[in-house]
């Protein structure tokens, strides 16, 4: 587990001042969590960051669980009414 939080900074998918998220992101992804929902745009939940850490957890042979916020995860599903 703590193998795959160092790739994801070491590959520069999340900065190394966000060792806690690399930790996190790294948990879920060995659990086999479907998962990840923040409110951490700054070093997960943002378009830029999220495809980098798919691609280091996918590299290193661990799924990667969706990232989203509570709001995208509470609105999962539901469709909108014209």
Known sequence: MTDLAVALIAEGAVPAVAE????????????????????NFRHIANATMVPLI???????GWPCPEICTPEQLLNEGKKETP
């Open 20 to 39: 806690t998220d690399a930790l996190h992101i790294a948990v879920a992804a060995v659990h086999g969590m479907n998962f990840i929902v923040t409110w």
């Open 54 to 60: 798919r691609d280091v957890c996918q590299r290193h």
